[in-house]
């Protein structure tokens, strides 16, 4: 399974591409940030973020996209940007037929380091190890490889669960 972790942002948009591998460990493909100019109008900036997402993803084809769920914090204006980046991402990863993920950041930071209240550079870390990486990413790709790494242990355990449904049901 190939997961397109995405960090949204409008001057920042971090990415990565990671694959559970059967039995193995986490491998990273590739993963950067796309940075856009705060002096461009917001649906230049979208449509640059929109562009790259989709090229990563046609390059990479991966089956999920995991995104952080959006947080409303006082600034309505910034939530709102961030809503049109969100989905502007999300089309992209529809377009090579991704299927999308939401995660709470507690839920991401939870899977990572096994605490929903860990330090920005805790995940950080933890990813770096994880992962296998010889030294941490960028913040906001170290961020996208957290909540691919929260999609691809939440998707283990829906499979696991299954499972465990499955067999209980055919006694």
């Known amino acids: 399974m190939k997961v397109l972790g995405v960090d949204p942002g409008t001057l920042a948009t971090g990415w990565c591409i990671v694959e559970a591998m059967p039995g193995g460990p986490l491998r ?13 109008p917001l649906w230049d900036r979208l449509a640059l973020i929109h562009a790259e997402i989709l090229a990563v993803a046609q390059a990479h084809r991966p089956s ?16 709102l940007k961030l809503g049109h980046t969100r989905g502007a991402v999300m089309v ?20 990572v380091t096994g605490s ?47 499972a465990v449904v499955t067999a209980g049901a055919r006694r």
């Open 64 to 79: 999920a996209l995991a995104l952080e769920q959006c947080f409303v914090g006082k600034n309505i204006q910034s939530a």
């Open 92 to 111: 992209a990863a529809k377009t090579v037929g991704a299927d999308v993920f939401e995660y709470a950041p507690s839920q991401v930071k939870s899977a």
């Open 116 to 162: 929903g209240r860990a330090e920005k550079h805790q995940v950080a870390e933890m990813v770096r190890i994880l992962l296998g990486l010889p030294k941490t990413a960028p913040a906001d790709a170290s961020d996208a490889m957290a909540v691919a790494i929260c999609h691809i242990n939440g998707s283990t355990q829906r499979i696991l669960a299954h």
């Open 28 to 40: 990273p493909h590739a993963h950067g940030v796309i940075r856009t100019r705060a002096a461009d």
